[in-house]
Nanobody, 115 residues
């Protein structure tokens, strides 16, 4: 069965960096685009970044452009989100997403940006 497991979240100060990872299993990882979403307290889940199956094309939410970088390692079945210059408004649960006939989500990893 499809499984997505995020890791790498934590508590950081404004301006610091984090690298999130999402380990995927149960499907042919290299065939599918992958995405990151986030959900802040009291807000709807929102798109953060997406990467195509071979990693040749990426797109980002305006809030992530210039600070976040999505990448993938198809040999390791893992997608990453490098987050730099973090801001308090980046505080959220971050979710890995794949669409394989339907939407699949991981359980999420908490990112808290606070001084």
């Amino acid at each position: 069965q499809v499984q997505l497991v995020e890791s790498g979240g934590g508590l950081v100060q404004p301006g610091e960096s984090l690298r999130l990872s999402c380990a995927a299993s149960g499907f042919t990882f290299s065939v599918y685009p992958m995405s990151w979403y986030r959900q802040a307290p009291g807000k709807e889940r929102e798109f953060v970044a997406r990467i195509t199956s071979a990693g040749g094309f990426t797109n980002y939410a305006d809030s992530a452009k210039g600070r976040f970088t999505i990448s993938r390692d198809n040999a390791k079945h893992t997608v990453y989100l490098q987050m730099n210059s973090l801001k308090p408004e980046d505080t959220a649960v971050y979710y890995c997403h794949a669409q394989i006939r339907r939407d699949y989500w991981g359980p999420g990893t908490q990112v808290t940006v606070s001084s």
